[in-house]
T-cell receptor, first 116, second 113 residues
């Protein structure tokens, strides 16, 4: 059972380049999330999805787009990377129904992105 | 809106000493509270969660936390620190329903021999 898998693990981009981060989960979870982690700031929610075909903005959505075409996958896109997007990105999933507010989130191991 | 405050970005203890990591929450409704742990180069793992069933919550690896409504606190403790406890710890809160968690800024626990 793989849990939550993120690819790639590391990436270096130049300003203005684009890329897509892939998150895949095999636990049949409805909810999926993208967070960024920066020193001293904890985890901040970028975008999330409450089910296949749905997405919503989180706390820091600017500069990012997402898609959830399949239930098990949640993609995070950077159309034009900026140095401020240098961060560690985590995908998480959890919950199989609307009463899942006390279910734990399962996290991937992160993608370390550097934008120069 | 709900939020959590973690006091102390770094906490240092000796092996065998008591571990106390502080978390205070603010929430307009009864909250659901969580502690997660992050080991180097890994994602977060759930340590324990409070969902109003009991005020003292026991988690994995000997950790526990007590919900104190009067103090709006949910501090994490462990009686005796082990070297393997060195990690970053995050407190998180959700007000229920859809589980959109709000995380604290984290506390890095350093354990010395």
């Amino acid at each position: 059972n793989a849990g939550v898998t993120q690819t790639p693990k590391f990436r270096v981009l130049k300003t203005g380049q684009s890329m897509t981060l892939l998150c895949a989960q095999d636990m049949n979870h409805e909810y999926m999330y993208w967070y960024r982690q920066d020193p001293g700031m904890g985890l901040r929610l970028i975008h999330y999805s409450v089910g296949e075909g749905t997405t919503a903005k989180g706390e820091v959505p600017d500069g990012y787009n997402v898609s959830r075409l399949k239930k098990q996958n949640f993609l995070l896109g950077l159309e034009s990377a900026a140095p401020s997007q240098t961060s560690v990105y985590f995908c998480a999933s959890g919950g199989t129904d609307t009463s899942s507010y006390n279910s734990p989130l399962h996290f991937g191991n992160g993608t370390r992105l550097t934008v120069t | 809106a709900q939020s959590v405050t973690q006091l102390g970005s770094h906490v240092s203890v000796s092996e065998g000493a008591l571990v106390l990591l502080r978390c205070n929450y603010s929430s307009s409704v009864p909250p659901y509270l969580f502690w997660y742990v992050q080991y180097p180069n890994q994602g977060l793992q759930l340590l324990l969660k409070y969902t109003s069933a009991a005020t003292l919550v026991k988690g994995i690896n000997g950790f526990e936390a007590e919900f104190k409504k009067s103090e709006t606190s949910f501090h994490l403790t462990k009686p005796s620190a082990h070297m393997s406890d060195a990690a970053e710890y995050f407190c998180a809160v959700t007000k229920g329903g859809f589980q959109k968690l709000v995380f604290g800024t984290g506390t890095r626990l350093l354990v010395s021999p």
